[in-house]
């Protein structure tokens, strides 16, 4: 049966007691500040504790949780998640992670509307667009396995695209990493997709995501631009650079 909420309270005052039986100033030491080298961003889904999962305490890990793991560009909560994390917190590492039958992932695959939910889902659904041919492909029993998969990899390369972490990897390459983890309920297990972004999605990322950042004197992630007084905007497409001329003065 479930807890009632008084014992939820009770349950928290003995666990607070026995950790400072352990600990004497454990609660003044992590209150004074936090220093998490990890950014978790996970499902919702309550089968999925990342702490526990990671056998991971308190003050270790900066956490952000949606239905299905989504990042999407617009959503300020999660951006300012990101930006504090990367930016103030100076995390090492983002771990997205989906998990095996998730909830959120196999409703995108039905047409039933699940009412507001619907908005946040459809961009589960243009993941599977993306990738049709493969999962048409898979029989249905497993398709959403492997949906799950690819919706995760789609989610580092979003991150990948985010102003976010394309500044903190022009300051630092490849810093912090990007990882995309799958949880499996029925193991207890995480496996590590060893999603590149770089390395998959060069590319397409060169020629239309890449931000240029006048401010850290750099275009294409890696080398300072110098600076002259014709030059107009320059915009990174493939090995080659594309240049936009300034608009003509008006007379
Ligand atoms: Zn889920």
Not at 176 to 193: A, F, K, N, T, V
Request: net charge positive.
């Amino acid at each position: 049966m479930a807890l009632s909420t008084e014992e939820l309270l009770a349950n928290n005052r003995s666990w607070a007691a026995s950790v400072k039986r352990k600990n004497k100033n454990f609660f003044e030491d992590l209150a004074a500040k936090q220093s998490p080298e990890y950014l978790w961003i996970g499902c919702s889904d309550s089968r999925i504790p990342p702490n526990e999962v990671t056998k991971t305490g308190p003050g270790e890990m900066f956490i952000h949780r949606n239905v299905a793991n989504l990042i999407v560009h617009t959503d300020m909560n999660l951006m300012s998640v990101l930006q504090y994390a990367v930016e103030i917190l100076k995390v090492k590492h983002v771990i997205i992670c989906g998990h095996y039958g998730c909830g959120g992932v196999l409703s995108s695959m039905q047409n039933a509307s699940h009412g507001l939910i619907d908005k946040w889902l459809r961009n589960i659904k243009d993941v599977y667009r993306l990738h049709r041919k493969e999962l048409n492909l898979i029989d249905p029993t497993v398709r959403a396995n492997r949906l799950v998969e690819l919706n995760v990899i789609e989610q580092v390369y979003n991150l990948y695209k985010t102003s976010i972490i394309q500044r903190a990897w022009q300051k630092t390459p490849n810093t912090p990493e990007l990882h995309g983890w799958i949880y499996d309920m029925h193991s207890g297990l995480l496996h590590d997709l060893q999603v590149n972004p770089k390395a998959a999605y060069a590319e397409e990322f060169d020629q239309i995501y890449r931000l240029d950042f006048p401010d850290l004197n750099t275009v294409a992630g890696t080398k300072p631009v110098e600076k002259s007084a014709t030059s107009g905007n320059s915009v990174a497409a493939g090995t080659g650079k594309i240049r936009i001329e300034p608009l003509p003065k008006k007379k």
